[in-house]
């Protein structure tokens, strides 16, 4: 079950925003939504893959924090 396919479109688009600087507010806020968007895919992503191992996270808080548990974040 591949529980990143949005995690990774959101990713993809978010390297495009990155790919020239953003010159205007306008595509500021564009580059800061896009990051907003990615970064909720992969809490999620990583939520549903917890549900899958039998851990229950019911916010961003908790996900990040039982991801760093099973080791898919380091402490860096």
Do not use: H
Not at 19 to 32: K, L, N, S, W
């Amino acid at each position: 079950m591949n529980f990143y396919s949005n995690f990774y479109s959101a990713a993809e688009k978010l390297k495009e925003f990155l790919a020239d600087p953003a010159t205007t507010e306008r595509e500021q806020a564009g580059v800061i939504q896009a990051f907003e968007f990615s970064f909720e895919q992969c809490w999620k992503a990583w939520q549903k893959e917890l549900k899958a191992l039998g851990v229950s996270t019911p916010s961003p808080r908790q996900t990040l924090a039982a991801a760093f548990r099973q080791g898919w974040i380091s402490p860096e």
